[in-house]
């Protein structure tokens, strides 16, 4: 039987871990932690860090090579291909390290139910006849992180709010009734395909890390700018997690 506990350890500030964050890495038996290339080492560097600060029991921490996603396949089937061959390497991890069973922890960027498939993964290997619990401990959000370093509330009132992909608002996912739309997952500044007349964005990256950088305004008057200074931090770190609130003015439809 595996105990898994799925964590949410919010955006890159270590003081957004909660009390029961902490509580739930200091019962786990095993923490994984994976290694997603050099260009991200400052990712494994923070959950180091986190690991190094509040654990103060004999919990341990093994760290693993995550698989990379296939990005020459068709978009749906390279990510089925993905998590099936990280379901496999949490599987070995699991065989090596908690052979008899035991509560396993993983640190999740963020919150484990928002655009991220930590979730999904964990169903594979349930469905593949592991014996599993899966619990979560929720996580600030990067959405929460942006609105509260803007300063804007994430609806208008008595609005809705969709929360999409730069894939989905390039194809045209946004409803004429719906003003705000918060775009995660967008690694080709999908807001340049929209007619910008009454759109204010809000744009953030490395929310909640030292380096965390912010843009807000008519999206006609900054996106060039963004589209600019996210390649040079891109460049600068050899990655980038990006995302922005778009809102459009009710009188301009």
């Not at 099936?84 to 640190?107: S, V």
């Not at 609005?159 to 967008?186: F, H, K, N």
């Not at 008519?218 to 600019?228: E, H, K, N, S, Y």
């Not at 995302?243 to 003015?249: M, Q, S």
Request: charged share 20%; proline share 5%; net charge negative.
């Amino acid at each position: 039987m595996i105990d898994l506990h799925l964590i949410g350890i919010g955006t890159g500030n270590p003081d957004h871990l909660t009390r029961a964050a902490i509580a739930a890495m200091n019962a786990a038996d095993l923490i994984l932690l994976p290694r997603k290339g050099d260009a991200k080492s400052d990712l494994i560097d923070l959950r180091r860090t986190i690991c190094a600060d509040v654990l103060t029991g004999g919990t341990r921490v093994a760290e693993f090579d995550l698989p990379v996603r296939d990005t020459t396949a068709p978009y749906l089937r390279g990510v089925d291909q993905w998590h099936y061959a990280i379901a496999a390497a949490w599987n070995a991890q699991i065989t090596e390290h908690l052979p008899n069973g035991g509560r396993l922890a993983l640190l999740v960027w963020g919150d484990p139910s928002l655009y991220d498939s930590t979730l999904r993964i964990a169903d594979r290997l349930r469905a593949d006849g592991m014996t599993m619990t899966v619990t979560v401990e929720p996580g600030i959000t990067s959405l929460q992180v942006l609105t509260a370093a803007h300063a804007i509330p994430l609806n208008t009132v008595g609005a809705p709010v969709l929360v999409t992909t730069g894939r989905r608002l390039r194809a045209g996912e946004w409803p004429a009734d719906i003003d705000t739309v918060a775009v995660m997952l967008d690694g080709d500044c999908a807001f340049q395909t929209l007619d910008t007349a009454g759109v204010t964005i809000w744009w953030g990256a490395y929310l909640g890390m030292d380096h965390q950088a912010l843009i807000a305004g008519p999206l006609d008057v900054v996106a060039t700018q963004i589209v600019r200074t996210r390649a040079a931090l891109r460049e600068r770190h050899g990655w980038i997690m990006d995302i922005y609130l778009l809102r459009r003015d009710p009188q301009s439809g």
